[in-house]
């Protein structure tokens, strides 16, 4: 298959991509976490992907609350891409739309972030080379240990965190194993700008967060619901008809994967 690289190859999504690509023959190589190379240290960055010599680096290292980690991490890894002349796959999300209208959103919209996270994120997709291709994608679930989202459900279940689950912001949740099908498939593939990677359902926040309950033995109805503040974007539905057409793997419904 060639060479691949993976920032964050620690993380939620890059452990299962190096899970998948070693899986589908890829020879790889990449950034466990920040306590191994720190992704804004451009020099150290430059030192292993060039040292790997890949035809393709998928950046998924990011952090919540930290720019500098998504801003710098990005510059330098797109930097060392194009200087190892590799394919630049850099993950990002839904929260670069404002989310204030009505309808699903298409790579041809414009973004327009209303929170510093979603601010880094599109400031991040800005330092990608222009063949890069940028894979946004949705609320992350599944794998073979619950992951942020599904934690955070199943520890207000549990009576261990105090949260109010929102009614009126709608997301597309994505299984991270679809998700890391779908990147390594596009890996191959010639497709270059954005592209929206996510999750057939369209849910709110409290309804995910009753399914993921659901499937693991807890009580939906121990989940408090409410309105997000007017700070939030709240509309993040992604059109991803033109990935579909794409791509081999299925991009299934949270309703789907949970049920089964």
């Not at 920040?34 to 890949?54: G, N, Q, T």
């Not at 797109?78 to 002349?85: N, R, S, Y």
């Not at 059109?239 to 049920?259: I, M, N, W, Y």
Request: aromatic content about 4%; hydrophobic content about 45%; some cysteine.
């Amino acid at each position: 298959m060639g060479r691949l690289f993976v920032t964050g190859l620690g993380g939620h999504l890059g452990s299962e991509l190096g899970r998948r690509a070693r899986g589908a023959g890829w020879d790889l190589a990449g950034i466990a976490g920040s306590a191994e190379v720190d992704v804004r240290d451009a020099a150290a960055v430059h030192r292993v992907v060039a040292a790997a010599r890949p035809d393709v680096v998928v950046h998924t290292a990011y952090r919540q609350g930290d720019a500098s980690v998504n801003v710098e991490g990005t510059r330098a890894v797109a930097a060392a891409a194009v200087a190892a002349g590799a394919r630049l796959v850099h993950i990002s999300s839904d929260v670069v739309f404002p989310g204030a209208g009505t309808r699903a959103l298409t790579e041809d919209d414009e973004p327009h972030p209303v929170t510093p996270y979603g601010a880094s994120k599109l400031a991040a997709e800005r330092l990608c080379p222009p063949d890069a291709l940028i894979v946004r994608t949705s609320l992350i679930f599944g794998g073979p240990q619950p992951g942020a989202q599904e934690r955070m459900a199943l520890d207000a279940a549990d009576g261990v965190r105090d949260v109010t689950f929102f009614t009126d912001e709608l997301r597309c949740p994505i299984e991270v194993g679809d998700l890391a099908a779908a990147v390594l498939e596009l890996a191959s593939s010639e497709a270059v700008g954005p592209l929206h990677v996510a999750g057939a359902d369209v849910l709110s926040r409290l309804d995910f967060a009753r399914l993921v309950c659901a499937r693991h033995g807890r009580d939906p109805e121990m989940l408090r619901g409410g309105p997000a503040g007017p700070d939030r974007p709240k509309h993040l539905v992604l059109d991803s008809t033109r990935a579909r057409a794409l791509l081999r793997v299925r991009l299934r419904g949270a309703r789907e994967v949970l049920a089964a």
